[in-house]
């Protein structure tokens, strides 16, 4: 890897758009772009996940942790391709329908585009040998042998086509459960044969394309960073196929606070660390040692995840009751001993509804009595109520049928106060006698009904097991670092926006893994004004940037920001003209009273191309080893590359299911960006 302080860009793929390619971004489009990024100063090209997501438009939620992505395949370039145009009408219509139907446009069709390129590569693969013999020939006999992962992911692919694209989960007994055997016995039956060598086929094809562009690269001195989602999709290949990889009892997701007073439950299942680890982590090395066939870098997201995971029961819809794994805990002795027997233990672990909580919705007493014990068990001599040992999530109270026991208006409004009640606790019982307090402990009725006493005794114990699990956390992300980090020579970083856990920076310091620093982030938040932390203050172990995909982009940030664009100005006067004399010594700098009014004038002003350049170049000078803003901020230095509305620029909204989401295009061909001299002679200056 190159020395020293290096410049790049993050982009998506499926963004590029060339003069002769209007439709996405495809694998041989990274050759222009990665001439632009030459001509510019750009040493590093990072890309969103390129890995196969099915119907999925969201490069985070993976069909398969090795398969690359068909979308992204150059159809045109496929060997038997022009005697296929000239020789058959029906691949000709369909493959000019492509251009047609799908021009270029500021978002792209991902429905359209994959069912497009799918028929197509279909039809080409059946005018190939192995499409009408159903046997490998050598080239991809000898492809398949280099990746074995693809039997699983054929198998699995040809079986989701059968099922319609549903999930595995859905599909028969005999389908959904699947021993190695089994699938090896099914890849290898003659009936099935052609349809599994057309996945492989279509992988070889992706793999060929993909390493042609990054020779390319490579081959102007420029380096190819990628992006590893640490969790997959519940419905995958490798949660299928691999099931001792996965805990499916367990849904990843994140704990409450003031943004997601629920929490976040991602749903994706979580991983078994225990059986990774007693087979040498073999799936992780075997994924990144797949990657690195095209990647120099690569970024970990999520990397907190590794340390551990905010684990939620699969039956439940949020993540109110979820615990970290792994976790340290309190004996049910330990509790005896703070004083509590097992009543106060009852009480503190399992929710008490009162009658009235379902009485003032129903307005009726034996209907709340006959609600509440669909779910719970009523207390003798008392109008409370205990969740029954059968109600295992608020999934099944969620999905109960009370249209005979209330109205229909007072239905939502029973569930919602069920499943409150069901996360009303103060201690969760993970397993038998074992306890850690619900995240939210201070919120529940036993907490409040606590002494002062009794408070501070469980509070003393609680800080015991956030030491414990620090301790835990710091082993296992060590054990696991080790392995897999040193399988391969990419560089690796780690997406830890937010983490305040103390163990994390130092661990991943250790191991040499770059943190992600994105400026408007970066702030002293406990101190009066929240001010910025200073550049030269960057750890230098990271990559500084100044968006993200999940954020809006500096010109949407400056625009609809403003207190933070202040600050950001206050704290970096002088690259906006600002006389701060900080530069002479303490001796001569301002004052904060003269200095707030023109950064707050500055600050209301309108964003213009030469803010953006302010912004960029301020931000180069951190203390990072690497610079990686997204394409977008770099090319706001351009007046005429602007959309109308800044937020049609970013690239996903969290939270939202869109066909917005993640199909962002360039605003002009990558040709033109190779001509635009004053652009690139800017970002070569930054």
């Known amino acids: 890897m190159t020395k020293g302080k290096l410049t790049g860009t993050a982009v998506p793929l499926g963004a590029l758009y060339t003069k002769d390619n209007p439709v996405i971004g495809e694998f041989p489009d990274l050759k222009p772009f990665a001439d632009f990024c030459k001509s ?5 090209i990072q890309l969103l996940p390129v890995n196969d997501t099915g119907t999925q438009s969201s490069p985070y939620s993976g069909l398969s942790a090795f398969a690359l992505h068909p979308i992204y395949i150059c159809i045109s370039t496929i060997e038997g391709f022009d005697a296929l145009y000239s020789s058959d009408a029906k691949f000709k219509t369909t493959y000019d329908d492509l251009y047609k139907n799908h021009k270029y446009c500021l978002r792209y069709d991902y429905d359209g585009i994959l ?32 990746n074995s992962w693809v039997k699983d992911y054929a198998v699995y692919k040809n079986l989701k086509w059968n099922y319609m694209q549903a999930s595995w989960k859905s599909w028969l007994d005999s389908d959904r459960s699947k021993s190695k055997e089994e699938i090896t016995a099914l890849w290898n039956k003659k009936a099935f044969k052609k349809e599994h060598l057309f996945y492989a086929w279509t992988q070889m094809i992706a793999d060929a394309q993909f390493k042609d562009a990054v020779e390319y690269v490579h081959g102007l001195g420029l380096k190819l960073k990628g992006d590893m989602p640490i969790l997959m999709n519940e419905d995958s290949a490798d949660a299928w196929a691999y099931p001792e990889v996965f805990n499916q009892d367990l849904r990843a997701g994140a704990p409450a606070d003031g943004d997601n007073p629920n929490g976040q439950n991602w749903g994706f299942p979580t991983y078994n660390w225990k059986n990774l680890k007693e087979d040498n982590y073999s799936w992780w090395k075997d994924r990144l040692k797949n990657a690195s066939k095209y990647y120099d870098a690569y970024r970990l997201d999520h990397i907190l995840g590794f340390f551990r995971i905010w684990a939620i029961p699969e039956a439940d819809l949020n993540a109110l009751n979820g615990h970290t794994e792994p976790y ?102 993970i397993s038998k006698n074992k306890y850690v307090p619900l995240w939210t402990y201070g919120q529940s009725t036993s907490w409040g009904t606590l002494n002062d006493k009794e408070k501070t005794s469980l509070l003393e114990c609680f800080d015991e097991l956030n030491s414990k699990n620090e301790k835990l956390w710091k082993k296992q992300a060590d054990e696991i670092f080790a392995a897999i980090t040193g399988a391969v020579k990419m560089i690796p970083c780690g997406e830890d926006l937010g983490v305040s856990i103390e163990c994390v920076p130092k661990t991943m310091e250790a191991h040499k893994i770059l943190g992600l620093r994105v400026v408007r982030w970066c702030r002293e938040w406990s101190k009066p004004g929240q001010p910025y932390v200073p550049f030269a203050a960057y750890t230098p172990l990271s990559v500084t940037t100044t968006s993200v995909h999940d954020s809006s982009t500096i010109r949407e940030w400056w625009e609809t920001e403003k207190e933070s664009v202040k600050a950001f100005i206050l704290q970096n006067g002088d690259a906006f003209g600002i006389e701060t004399g900080a530069k002479d010594g303490p001796l001569f700098t301002a004052s904060k009273e003269e200095i707030e009014p023109k950064a707050t004038a500055i600050a209301q002003s309108d964003f213009t191309p030469e803010i953006a350049e302010s912004i960029l170049k301020a931000s180069s000078t951190s203390a990072s080893q690497w610079f990686i803003p997204p394409l977008q901020d770099f090319l706001y230095m351009s007046k005429n590359l602007w959309l109308e509305k800044a937020s049609d620029e970013r690239i996903n909204i969290p939270g939202t299911v869109t066909a917005f989401n993640w199909t962002y295009r360039l605003p002009c061909t990558v040709e033109e960006l190779c001509a635009n001299n004053d652009l690139i002679n800017k970002i070569k200056r930054i």
């Not at 510019?40 to 590093?44: D, E, F, P």
């Not at 009162?354 to 007493?365: C, Q, S």
């Not at 609600?371 to 109520?385: P, S």
């Open 40 to 44: 510019a100063g750009i040493s590093i």
């Open 115 to 146: 069912n497009a390129k799918t028929d197509l590569l279909k039809q080409l693969y059946d005018n190939t040998d192995e499409g009408k013999t159903g046997e490998a020939g050598a080239a991809l006999s000898k492809w398949i042998k280099a």
């Open 328 to 429: 340290a805990f309190i004996k049910k002795t330990d509790l005896y001993e703070l004083g509590f027997d097992d009543d106060r233990i009852h009480w503190l672990s399992q929710p008490h509804i009162p009658t009235h909580a379902i009485e003032d919705i129903t307005w009726n007493h034996d209907k709340a009595h006959q609600i509440l014990a669909i779910f719970c068990n009523k207390i003798d001599g008392e109008e409370l109520w205990r969740f029954d040992p059968s109600v295992t999530g608020s999934k099944m109270i969620e999905s109960a049928d009370l249209s005979e026991l209330c109205a229909a208006d007072a239905i939502p409004r029973v569930k919602k106060v069920l499943e409150d009640y069901w996360s009303n606790r103060t201690l969760l019982e």
